[in-house]
């Protein structure tokens, strides 16, 4: 298996400007997440699924954030617009019913300036 | 609120030397344990983990203390290797197995 993959691994973006991320999870895997990674406050979870359906979106910032996952290979997260505070790793992590490992993808680099 | 507290924020330690990271949780409804290692560019990955049934458990050169009533647990790295420079999360899970993380700890070791 490939693992959990992102895209893009980067992205540099202007303030105001749309971005979306891109997850494939592992296969078989029913519960995704998205994670943001900073200095200033770790990781940090922001919303979960499980069988493609938002279970808790409690971390998700701002109304300027969405995640959606249309098919169990698939998930984005958007942000519109960015701001330069939006600046962090943003990371997918997949994992199956019953199993206590989550397995993160290698992360997307987002700088908005 | 954070309730997984993890300390120091960095860690500078000799090769050879011992790696020491402390975790401090609050919510006792918390049964899974694990600890995450995260390399520069990379994601997180499980290193090690530990329920509350046991004070201890060991893997290679990595080993998970555990203490239950001061709701505490940290993981000690044994012969530390400038290859175990990373950041390291602490974790932990209720029923749900959805983790709570701490702010990480950076290790670097010194060749």
């Known amino acids: 298996d490939a693992g959990v993959i992102q895209s893009p691994r980067h992205e540099v973006t202007e303030m105001g400007q749309e971005v979306t991320l891109r997850c494939k999870p592992i296969?078989?895997?029913?519960?995704l997440f998205w994670y943001r990674q900073t200095m200033m406050r770790g990781l940090e979870l922001l919303i979960y699924?499980?069988?493609?359906?938002?279970?808790?979106d409690s971390g998700m910032p701002e109304d300027r954030f969405s995640a959606k996952m249309p098919n169990a290979s698939f998930s984005t997260l958007k942000i519109q617009p960015s701001e330069p505070r939006d600046s962090a790793v943003y990371f997918c992590?997949?994992?199956?019913?019953?199993?206590?490992?989550?397995?993160f993808g290698p992360g997307t680099r987002l700088t908005v300036t | 609120q954070q309730q997984v507290k993890q300390s120091p924020q960095s860690l500078i330690v000799q090769k050879g030397g011992i790696s020491i990271i402390n975790c401090a949780y609050e919510?006792?409804?918390?049964?899974?344990f694990p600890w995450y290692q995260q390399f520069p560019g990379k994601g997180p990955a499980l290193l090690i983990a530990?329920?509350?049934?046991?004070s201890e458990k060991k893997e290679g050169r990595f080993t998970i203390s555990f203490n239950k009533s001061a709701k505490q647990f940290s993981l000690h790295i044994m012969d530390s290797q400038p290859g175990d420079s990373a950041t390291y999360f602490c974790?932990?899970?209720?029923?749900?197995?959805?983790?709570?993380f701490g702010r990480g700890t950076s290790l670097i070791v010194h060749p």
């Open positions: 992590a997949s994992r199956g019913t019953g199993v206590l490992e989550q397995y």
């Open positions: 296969s078989g895997h029913d519960y």
């Open positions: 699924f499980n069988n493609n359906v938002p279970i808790d």
């Open positions: 919510n006792t409804a918390f049964d899974y």
């Open positions: 530990i329920r509350p049934d046991v």
């Open positions: 974790a932990a899970t209720a029923g749900s197995y959805i983790p709570t």
